[in-house]
């Protein structure tokens, strides 16, 4: 069930704040449960009795290392951690990279003629990579001692089935939303503002998103017949950058306002990374949530910059390749994340990292990330070396004649969507005015919100009504 389909829109979605709202306190997180299993089960039915099984004994596990560490039992909670880790990471292995590996030993075998292996073809659950990385974070932290385990065991499979980022994200940690799930408290005035936050997200996806979506899509199938000239290749990286941001934002603000009207408060997870004047700052900003969890969990257990300059190369180089390759079971999606963990070194190596404060050339600066980061997402959005390399080729070998399939994509509604989408998402902060809309106060700025919800937020609710089914493009990780 997508957050801009119908069912979601008009059924299932008013159905569960109203039955939240209307419980006793003491029941509303075994509502809010039901109807995440429900909401989950909805689109993977042959899963959902496996994820709770594993759910349960995360639950289990924790309360056991809690106890051997209060025990001084060391080791103990040690090797209950490690079970842990093997049974969450394992079963992200099996389902995400089994098949990739199965394709790897028929290649060789093929190529040192040892006949046919076979392959391995395995459904994939919805939001693997999220809650397994979530689950993670609990054992983790009850380990670390940064959280109490959980004594009822609603409580872990609430926090891992929570129906707004159980597909997508944002990447929660327990410790975050702990109070909340034990007594949800709706409010009026959170939920006010989650409802102007959802409509926010479902705008992104419906207006912008998805209507740049067919040139993106029409330029990477022109590279894959032969067919893209060198002004289509550039104008579908554009597109693809803005359909991506958009839309994987717009599943974050619809998460963290549907989180807000059910009374709980996710973290961000996007804050303008197109406007980052370095990849080191554009990794601060995108995907937040998902570079702070390989920072705590990998990059500084690891040792992070504590030691030498060749041991904090290595840590970002092993970060980064996990990077890309939690993304997908890609060669494509690994180089990806080698991309960018190169980038990140450059630019401890020249100085080049500004975070924060004034820098020489923002613009400029500005610009050359930009143009980095789409490089890199042809090798995201290609999936495949092969098809990554012909869309290289017609990027930076001059190629002309008939644009064709981009062109017919390229509508009037598309260019629209496009010009509006650059102006919000390449600019810097100080010029956008949608960020003032969001952030600033007083009374003209409350009007010219209000003026703009209620013309978008009916545009956005008729245009999901009519839309075809179009998931959100971070449901396949």
Known sequence: MVFSSPTFLFLFLPAVLLATWAAPTRLRRFVLLAASIGFYTWGV??????????????????RAIQRARRDGRGRLARGLLLVGLVQNLGLLAWFKYAGFLSEQVERIADAF???????????????????????????????????????????VLLFVFLFPRSIAGPIVRLREIQDDLRRPQPRVDLAQAGAIRFSHGL???????????????????????????????WLGIVAYSLQLYFDFSAYSDMA??????????LPENFDRPYSSKSITEFWRRWHMTLSRWFRDYVYIPLGGNRGSEATTRRNLVIVFALTGMWH?????????GLYHGAWLLIERRMGWRALDGPVRLPWLRRAAVLFIVLIGWVLFRAESLSLAGDYYH???????????AVDVALTN???????VG?????LPGTMSGGRRLVETVGPRVATARTVLLAVVLPLALVTAFASDYSPFLYFQF
Do not use: C, N
């Open 413 to 419: 509604q598309a260019l629209a969507a496009m010009l």
């Open 328 to 336: 997908g079971a890609e060669w494509a999606f690994v180089l990806w």
């Open 256 to 265: 963290i306002g549907i989180g807000m009207m059910l009374g709980f408060r």
């Open 422 to 426: 650059a102006a919000i998402a390449f």
């Open 45 to 62: 039915q042959d899963f959902v009795l496996l994820i709770i099984a594993s759910t349960t004994v995360d639950w289990a596990l924790a």
């Open 113 to 155: 003629g040892m006949g046919h292996t076979g392959t391995l073809e395995i459904l994939l659950p919805i939001g693997i990579s999220f809650f397994t990385f979530e689950k993670v974070s609990y054992l983790v932290d009850v380990w670390r001692g940064d959280v109490e385990a959980r004594r009822d065991p609603t409580d």
């Open 203 to 233: 705008a992104k996806k419906v207006l912008i998103a998805d209507q740049i979506a067919p040139v993106a899509d029409a330029a990477f199938a022109s590279a894959a017949d032969g067919s893209l000239t060198t002004g289509s290749a």
């Open 394 to 404: 017609a990027m930076f070998v001059p190629t002309g004649g008939d644009a064709g």
